[in-house]
Every structure is written in structure tokens, then in C-alpha cells.
């Protein structure tokens, strides 16, 4: 009876708790998230697939016109591709259903352009409905992407289009379950077989899909997932496919103004802060150089260094993660993506391993109604929905920690009880070192999350500044660590006369191999530049030698160097500068055409000797805002340079929001001369650029 009576207690004091917090609690101020917005935010991480027609054409954007029978992995299997995303932490993968080229991964009723009209299952298959079982089994969740553009589709432009491009959507929303995030691309129109016409058709692609009765459709079928991109989307792009968020990002949008066209991709990095609308930033990124499967770039995996500063230039500023997996021919998720995901999650685990908050004093400079329901003891207790709060006035504050004994942190990480809005403006950090407060964070936005990176120190106490909000302010988490230090792997370079440069962090050692053997601290150690003008593999590491710790490898592969290599001619631009576009310097460019000498523009390069090459490389200017950047080309190759061969033709697909070296492969030719042509620009320019031109040998 007596332990009765002590429940009933403890629960009228629970009871009487709740309504006092009721009473007290802040009201929502400025937009605020609907709950399915907030489910998607705590999601923080999760895939994206890009695995098509494109996989088999070594392509990014198909036109349109590719046989459905080229189709054909020889052995897909979608619960390898769920095991690595679940053991890699996300929480989702996001399908590509249906690229630009138009074809579908699953058996549309409504065109012959699918996986039944392939070999793969002798057409009888449907990857769509084995993703969507594969994610049910390792508990994941469902995302699709389904491109508006479809560079197939004969009525693409038309009014008919609209119809085709709804159904499609239905059939995608209605018999695969439960869909977190429709996905679609804001690349709409130019070029494309169009079932024939071979023609550019040019749309508005703010009016012409009529997106306010497209989402009512999709709402109207699926109210639980939560629409991306383009017209009055739900969650937005971050401005940039390298995956990081600008460190202001406000979750807020003047979406009525961009979807009047006033409103620049660039802004999407960091919000507005006067938006009127809650349209937290999505940062999107592939784990390789381009979004769908390439050989040649098995190498070109991302750096750990590159995949951690991700991590945490996204996820740590307010944004969610998509990581894009190029599944290859065979349908499976590489083992060199996968070991590189490892390698993250590891890092990850470790800089996060141990909380050093729970436990401390803390105080606050003020509490809302000095109520203990809002105390400073709700950010480090756990519980994602308590919080400290301030008055409604109160737009300055102060929180702090004091530890049992100096403890070392390098890590911060804060969160608003974004249920009630996102209020702050400004914070700093300060640590009290050796009796002495110093500042060692002056920051911005925090939003459902911020993370910080900060050099160690090592502190009796830590205290957090709110210095501007636009209300009073409730933040529900603050938590800090001390993660292991992180060497960042070396950066190999080599110039045209094959001078090889290692640089890494001042006062770590640099041990590499020209092998291909994995090098380690007994290797040889990098003293000076060294010329090696042979093609090689170079590895190396970077050795923290003062805590013994090394960096993850670094790999460079080089052709014969350049040191023989001459541009002959030069259709216009300036011929004394062109020497830039073989320096082996992608952050040196060169630019022809203008209006006088409008595209296309030509240039020639002499390699010096014949050589055997199978493919070539075209890397944009790297430098500044205006890139001047190439969509269409030619490339010849000739023995005397006289007689010339075309070897390839096409476009450099998505080079407007992906400016990384373009590489397109062909049969293997000998060749001395090179003819590189541009014959287009992205914006209809005339004067495009260059950083540099290479081969594949």
C-alpha cells in the first residue's frame, strides 16, 4: 500500500510538472516544422543510388535514345546495397527511378522504356519493389528520386507530358509502401531524342509541370512523404553537389520569392533569415566524382579527410547528409565505396565516443520564469524534447559548465528545440584555461544542429554564449568531446616536367612508395621535390610523430609527365598564357572565344612522341565565380597532324553544378596530337576556359 500511495505521489508531481511547463512554455516564434519536416531532419544521414542505363553507357546524362537492352547487371543484389547503408548509420536510401534518359527501373505501364524491355530477369523484373523489401528488412527507409526531364519522351514539352509524368508518379507512390522524400531534380529541359525530333526543347521549369497541383496529388496519395527540390517543396537544396552547407544556415526560406525566380542557388547554402517559409537545407554529394558508376574512377573515391570535413560541414551545420552510391555494372555498391564508409563511420564513432557534459555543474545567466522546467540541467540530460529556455525578452544569455577536474575537448555540439522555431543569431564558446576564460568559438546559426571542430584545450570549465536571437531562445542539447586527433592525409602533386611535391601539415613527416606498395613510417621519407617523369603510383602518409598517428593513404597515379608536351595552335585567346592548360595545375587556367570569336574554339596540343591512349581529361577552371565552363566538345587525336581522327563527342553532363575533370574514355589509339574542340558553353557563352588537358593512358 505504502509504495502505491509513493506512485500515486510521484505521479501527481509528474502531473503537476507537465502543467506547470504548459503553463510556462514559450510559444512557437516565426515558422516552425511540421512533424513530418522533423522526422526527416532526425534523420540526418542517408543514401542516395544512381544505377540506370547511364551505369552501361559510362555516361551522367543519357539523351535519350539508349537501347533498354544494354540493361543487364550480372549480379544485383539490393540487400548488399542495404547491409552497407545500414551498417554505415544512415537511415534511407533514396532510388533513382527514372533518370533524364528516361528509362525506369520499374515495369511502367505507361512506356516500353523499363527494366521489361531488358535482359535483366528476362524482363520480368523490378528493382523498385526489391529496394523498397530490402529496406523493410534492414529497417530502412524508402526515398525516390523521379527526374521531371525525360529526354525520351516525345510529348516532353507538351501539355500530354504533364499526364505521362503524373501517372508515373502515382504508380511509384501507390505500390511500393511508405515513401520518406520524393526527389526532384531541378535540371529541366535542353537537348534530346524526344522519340525522334533530336532537338533542344526548353521549358519553364517553374510553370510548366503546374507544381502546386502535382503536390496536392502526391499529398493526396502519400501525406507522409515529404516532397524535395523544385516548385513549393518541403526541403531544399543546399546551393552546391560538394555537400556542404554555408556555417549561417537557417532552415527558413523566401520560398515565394524563389518560386517567382528571385531568388539566386546560391543563397540555399545559408537560408534566410527573414524567410517566410521552414525549408531546411538537404546537402547532397557523391562518394565519387560523378553521381553514376565510372571504372576509371575506382581510384578516385573521396578522401577520408574530404568525407569527414563533409560530415561535419553538413550534418554539423543544420543540414541533413545524402551520400550518393554509384552502384557499378555488376549492381553492387564497390568495395572501394564501402571501405571508405568505413572508414568515415570509424572516424565518426571515435570523435563522438564519450559525452564529457552529463555530470558537470552547470548555470545559466537566466531561466524562463525562473521555472526549473526550463533549467540549464535539460541540455545535457538526454532527452531530446526538455530544454533550457529564456524569458521571452531575454535575447542574451549565458550557460556554463564546470568539470570535476581539466578536461580536454575539441568538439562542441549544440541544438534548438526546433519545434518552437529556429531564434539564434550569434553564440561564442569560451574555455577556462589555467583560471583564465578564453574564447575559442565566434559562430552563428545553430539550428536542430551545430557541430564544432576546435583545436583541444584543455579547460576547468566551458561556457556557451548566446549573443544575439530573435526571441528568447530554447536549447534543448549541448554536449562536448575531446576526439582522437585526425592527420590529414598528405597532397601529392606533380608539374609537366614530372617534379613531384608532397605537402602536409607543419611538423608531421611524409613517407610515400613509388611501388604501389602501402607505404608506413618504415618508407621512404619525403625530404625535398624529386622528379619522376615515368608513369607511377604514388602513395604516402602524413605521421603525426609527437602522438605517433597516421594519416590514411594517399594515392596519385601520373602518366609519362607532360615535360614533352607543347600547344601548337590555338583557334584565339592569348598564346603566350596557353601553356597553362598543360602545367599540371588545375588551379592555373587559360580562356578563348569571346564574341568576335564565337564557338566553336579549337586547340592543339603536340605530346612529343606517339603514345597510346584510351581516353581524355578536361578539367574546368577551379578559381573564382565565373568558370566559363565547356557543356559540348569534340576531341581529335593524329599520328602527323595532318590527318585527324574523332574519337569522342558529347557533352561534359552536369558540369554546371559539378566543375570537377571530366574524363571520357574511348578505344585505345596511338597517337602524337590531340584536337580539342569546344563547341558549346554553359549560359550560351562564348568565351569558355581551361585548367588543363590530359589523357588516359
Not at 417 to 431: D, P, T
Not at 498 to 507: C, F, N, R
Not at 586 to 598: D, I, P, R, S
Not at 631 to 657: A, P, R
Request: charged share 25%.
Amino acid at each position: 500500500m505504502k509504495n502505491i500511495y509513493l506512485s500515486l505521489c510521484l505521479f501527481g508531481v509528474i502531473m503537476s510538472s507537465s502543467a506547470q511547463e504548459f503553463a510556462n512554455a514559450p510559444k512557437p516564434f516565426g515558422p516552425v516544422p511540421t512533424q513530418k519536416q522533423i522526422d526527416w531532419q532526425e534523420m540526418e544521414f542517408y543514401a542516395f543510388v544512381h544505377f540506370s542505363l547511364n551505369t552501361f553507357t559510362n555516361k551522367e546524362w543519357g539523351f535519350g535514345d539508349e537501347s533498354p537492352e544494354l540493361f543487364n547487371p550480372s549480379q544485383l543484389d539490393v540487400r548488399q546495397w542495404a547491409r552497407v547503408v545500414k551498417e554505415a548509420g544512415m537511415k534511407g536510401i533514396i532510388l533513382v527511378a527514372k533518370h533524364h534518359d528516361g528509362f525506369c527501373l520499374w515495369p511502367s505501364a505507361y512506356t516500353e522504356r523499363s527494366v521489361k524491355n531488358s535482359p535483366w530477369e528476362n524482363g520480368k523484373g523490378d528493382l523498385v519493389k526489391e529496394l523498397a523489401a530490402a529496406c523493410k528488412e534492414y529497417d530502412l527507409k524508402l526515398g525516390l528520386y523521379l527526374s521531371p526531364w525525360d529526354r525520351n519522351h516525345p510529348q516532353y514539352g507538351k501539355p500530354e507530358y504533364i499526364t505521362y509524368f503524373r501517372n508515373q508518379l502515382k504508380e511509384l507512390l501507390t505500390n511500393y509502401g511508405d515513401v520518406f522524400e520524393m526527389w526532384f531534380d531541378g535540371a529541366n529541359g535542353g537537348d534530346g531524342y524526344y522519340g525522334g525530333a533530336n532537338e533542344t526543347r526548353k521549358i519553364n521549369s517553374l510553370t510548366y509541370y503546374n507544381w502546386d497541383e502535382t503536390y496536392k496529388l502526391i499529398y493526396s496519395i502519400a501525406p507522409k512523404t515529404l516532397v524535395w527540390g523544385v516548385g513549393p517543396s518541403e526541403a531544399r537544396w543546399i546551393g552546391n553537389e560538394e555537400g556542404r552547407a554555408g556555417k549561417t544556415n537557417w532552415s527558413l526560406l523566401r520560398q515565394k520569392d524563389e518560386l517567382a525566380g528571385k531568388v539566386h542557388y546560391s543563397e540555399f547554402m545559408s537560408g534566410h533569415e527573414d524567410g517566410e517559409k521552414w525549408v531546411p537545407g538537404e546537402a547532397d554529394v557523391s562518394i565519387r566524382p560523378g553521381w553514376f558508376y565510372h571504372s576509371v574512377e575506382d581510384d578516385k573515391v573521396r578522401s577520408l579527410d574530404e568525407m569527414v570535413d563533409i560530415y561535419y560541414e553538413s550534418i554539423g551545420r543544420n543540414a541533413t547528409l545524402l551520400l550518393n552510391l554509384p552502384v557499378d555494372k555488376r549492381g553492387l555498391v564497390h568495395e572501394n565505396d564501402e571501405t571508405r564508409l568505413k572508414e568515415l563511420v570509424a572516424t565518426i564513432k571515435a570523435d563522438f565516443n564519450k559525452e564529457l557534459l552529463a555530470g558537470t555543474q552547470v548555470q545559466a545567466s537566466n531561466i524562463r520564469a525562473n521555472d526549473a522546467n526550463f533549467g540549464p540541467q535539460n541540455v545535457s540530460d538526454g532527452n531530446k524534447n526538455t530544454y533550457w529556455a529564456t524569458d521571452d525578452k531575454v535575447k542574451e544569455a549565458t550557460i556554463e559548465f564546470t568539470f570535476k577536474k581539466p578536461t580536454a575537448i575539441n568538439r562542441v555540439l549544440l541544438q534548438e528545440y526546433i519545434k518552437l522555431g529556429q531564434r539564434v543569431k550569434s553564440f561564442s564558446i569560451e574555455a577556462k584555461i589555467d583560471g583564465q576564460w578564453k574564447t575559442i568559438a565566434n559562430e552563428t546559426t545553430i539550428g536542430y544542429k551545430r557541430i564544432l571542430r576546435l583545436d583541444r584545450v584543455t579547460a576547468s570549465a566551458l561556457r556557451v554564449n548566446i549573443l544575439d536571437a530573435k526571441a528568447g531562445f530554447v536549447i534543448n542539447t549541448i554536449e562536448a568531446y575531446n576526439a582522437p586527433t585526425f592527420v590529414k592525409e598528405p597532397q601529392i602533386l606533380r608539374d609537366k616536367n614530372g617534379l613531384v611535391t608532397i605537402k602536409s601539415e607543419d611538423g608531421n613527416a611524409v613517407y610515400y612508395s613509388l611501388d604501389g606498395k602501402t607505404p608506413s613510417e618504415k618508407s621512404t621519407l619525403y625530404k625535398a621535390p624529386f622528379t619522376y617523369n615515368k608513369a607511377v603510383e604514388i602513395k604516402a602518409i602524413a605521421r603525426n610523430t609527437k602522438e605517433k598517428i597516421n594519416s590514411a593513404v594517399k594515392t596519385a597515379k601520373y602518366g609519362v609527365s607532360k615535360e614533352k608536351w607543347k600547344v601548337t595552335s590555338v583557334s584565339s585567346g592569348d598564346d603566350k598564357s596557353v601553356e597553362k592548360i598543360i602545367d599540371g595545375d588545375a588551379n592555373t587556367a587559360w580562356a578563348f572565344g569571346n564574341n568576335e570569336n564565337k564557338l566553336p574554339q579549337t586547340v592543339v596540343i603536340d605530346m612529343g612522341e606517339l603514345t597510346t591512349i584510351k581516353g581524355f581529361t578536361y578539367t574546368p577552371q577551379q578559381v573564382g565565380s565565373n568558370l566559363s565552363l565547356i557543356s559540348n566538345y569534340e576531341l581529335y587525336t593524329s599520328v602527323d597532324s595532318f590527318y585527324w581522327d574523332k574519337q569522342s563527342e558529347g557533352e561534359f553532363s552536369n558540369i554546371k553544378h559539378n566543375p570537377i575533370e571530366q574524363i571520357k574514355s574511348f578505344a585505345p589509339v596511338k597517337a602524337r596530337f590531340l584536337k580539342f574542340v569546344a563547341t558549346a558553353a554553359v549560359g550560351n557563352n562564348q568565351t569558355v576556359s581551361i585548367a588543363e588537358i590530359g589523357v588516359v593512358e
